[in-house]
């Protein structure tokens, strides 16, 4: 990782995209100094270019800069897949072996230009050990922030095993059954350190398995300790319930009708449909080992979801985005985490620097750094992309590193064309997750 947070980076010339929605537009200079953007706009008179001992200066010519990309919905450290050489049972590793491997994931993720990422549920405490050795400066990674595992009742997703086996402690999920149960577990990953709780309801939406009370005396916990809520919430009973209880933000959403998005609206919360998960699901699950019956459900749900995110525009709903890279073999690191802002322009109308504002600005919101992240303008965090194709033109540039320039995070210069020395082996079985 090459650094240049002691002296003052200069970007000169290239076309602003300032990820609040605002109209791209020729810039002159950005300077930053240590971790923050200090001015946008003229080159402040007191820094000398020619100072090469103080200043270094990057030439943005024919390029288009934009703020970090954020990924609010990737999954680091889950116990799965099973990789070939690693002795493992009931499907997962042991802790420390997950947690070196998350740190090999966030690296990835961070090359693709990703430098803040919202992690809804881990295995242990892994994403909150990463995302603090990644704050030390112990490894190379995005920005995390963070929940613990789901909190699960019994038939929600996760719940995969027999009661009589229970939900191992490799799970993503953790059991809590009634309102007490629920309360413990909220202030257990409270004291952990997690940045928000994630609850999950069923897989696909076919039955909703937390009650409205429950989501509410949950919410009232979290929000007494300043963490924040989410849920996978795909059915249409328990996003309308989600958004009564007052939650943060909705994931999914799927099945989420006109009178639910009313309520959604009415509440004032954000929807991350994640329909990348969907959308890569139905063009390769067959490859892996997904059954035909699930993938009819994914059509379903893809089908229902379009309409969805059409409506949650024309209501004005703030949408955030995020893709499930990590959830499986299927979703692969470092490809994926600029997909869903490509759904966004093609399937709900949204214009392409709507769809980037959606991933940076609306985004920081889940991180909580809404002031510091996502907008590129005086004063914030440093997190930096130049490009060498206009995502205007074609949103799909953003998508998998492949017009990759520069990466800056926190003021620093990002080695994103770091070559990966292995290429870790993958089995395709696994649970099926969503
Ligand atoms: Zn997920």
């Given at each position: 990782m090459a650094s240049h947070n002691t002296k003052t980076l200069v970007i000169r010339h290239g076309t602003l995209i300032d990820g609040a929605g605002h109209p791209a537009i020729a810039n002159d200079t950005i300077v930053v100094e240590g971790n923050r953007i200090r001015s946008i706009g003229r080159l402040p008179e007191d820094i000398r270019l020619d100072d090469q001992d103080t200043v270094h200066v990057i030439d943005a010519t024919g390029h288009w800069i934009m703020p970090g990309l954020i990924d609010g919905h990737c999954h680091l450290s889950f116990g799965f897949p099973q990789m070939g050489p690693v002795p493992s049972a009931r499907g997962t590793t042991n802790p420390g072996f997950s947690a070196l491997r998350a740190a090999r994931n966030a690296q990835q993720v961070l090359r693709s230009g990703v430098t803040s990422l919202a992690v809804p549920g881990g295995t242990w405490f892994i994403d909150v050990a990463l995302r603090d050795a990644i704050a030390a400066g112990v490894l190379a990674g995005p920005r995390i922030a963070c929940a613990g595992n789901f909190i699960v009742?019994?038939?929600?997703?996760?719940?995969?095993?027999p009661s009589w086996v229970?939900?191992?402690?490799?799970?993503?999920g953790v059991l809590a059954n009634n309102v007490d149960e629920m309360i413990t577990e909220v202030r257990r990953q409270c004291k952990n350190g997690v940045d928000f709780i994630k609850l999950a309801d069923s897989t696909w939406g076919d039955t909703q398995t937390i009650a409205p009370e429950e989501l509410a005396a949950i919410a009232q916990e979290a929000h007494r300790r300043q963490v924040r809520v989410t849920i996978h919430s795909r059915g249409a009973g328990s996003t309308r319930a989600a958004a009564e209880a007052g939650l943060d933000w909705i994931m999914h959403a799927d099945l989420a009708t006109a009178e639910e998005l009313d309520v959604v609206a009415e509440a004032g919360i954000p929807l991350m449909p994640t329909m990348t998960f969907l959308q890569r699901a139905l063009e390769v699950g067959h490859e892996f080992e997904r059954g035909s019956g699930e993938l009819d459900l994914i059509k379903r749900n893809w089908d229902s979801a379009v309409g969805m995110l059409e409506r949650a525009r024309t209501l004005g709903i703030t949408i955030l985005c995020g893709t499930n890279s990590g959830n499986s073999p299927m979703m692969p690191y470092g490809q994926l985490h600029a997909h869903e802002p490509e759904i966004l322009v093609c399937y709900g109308g949204y214009t392409p620097l709507e769809a980037i504002a959606a991933c940076t600005r609306n985004n920081a919101f889940v991180m909580g750094l809404e002031h510091d992240v996502g907008v590129l303008e005086a004063g914030r965090l440093a997190d930096i992309l130049l490009l060498d194709s206009d995502p205007l033109a074609d949103i799909r540039v953003l998508q998998g590193g492949q017009h990759l320039a520069m990466v800056i995070k926190d003021g620093r210069v990002v080695d994103h064309n770091g070559a990966e020395e292995t290429e870790p082996a993958l089995a395709l079985q696994m649970p099926a997750l969503a």
């Open positions: 009742t019994y038939g929600s997703i996760i719940d995969n095993e229970g939900t191992p402690e490799h799970a993503l």
